[in-house]
């Protein structure tokens, strides 16, 4: 049993009725467990999907803001000497046990 169980709110839909009778026939081929389910999963997945989309086209103005890839590029140098220590140590460690 799920340790975080959400209050549930009751509301009342219109659709098509081709969708409830599509609905359906996967509630009796057992793809979900009622039109409750299927529809909070239906809802769940779209809400994902339309967040995700944000966050895409948030990243998308990070390749052309110029202030990020400045900031990257500092990042980048900063951490330059320490990938190089870091792979040095790694070649030494490999020579030292072979």
């Given at each position: 049993?799920?340790?975080?169980?959400?209050k549930?709110?009751?509301?009342?839909?219109?659709?098509?009725?081709?969708l409830?009778?599509?609905?359906?026939?996967?509630?009796?081929?057992?793809?979900?467990?009622?039109?409750?389910?299927?529809?909070?999963?239906?809802?769940?997945?779209?809400?994902?999907?339309?967040?995700?989309?944000?966050?895409?086209a948030?990243?998308?103005?990070?390749?052309?803001?110029?202030?990020?890839?400045?900031?990257?590029?500092?990042?980048?140098?900063?951490?330059?000497?320490?990938?190089?220590?870091a792979?040095?140590?790694?070649?030494?460690?490999?020579?030292?046990?072979?």
């Amino acid at each position: 049993m799920d340790a975080h169980v959400e209050k549930m709110v009751r509301t009342t839909i219109a659709a098509p009725s081709s969708l409830f009778e599509e609905a359906d026939r996967l509630i009796r081929l057992g793809r979900a467990r009622n039109r409750t389910d299927l529809i909070t999963r239906a809802l769940r997945h779209m809400i994902d999907q339309i967040n995700r989309e944000a966050d895409d086209a948030e990243f998308a103005l990070m390749a052309t803001d110029p202030e990020y890839q400045h900031d990257t590029k500092v990042i980048a140098g900063e951490l330059e000497q320490a990938q190089w220590e870091a792979f040095c140590a790694g070649e030494r460690s490999a020579a030292e046990g072979a």
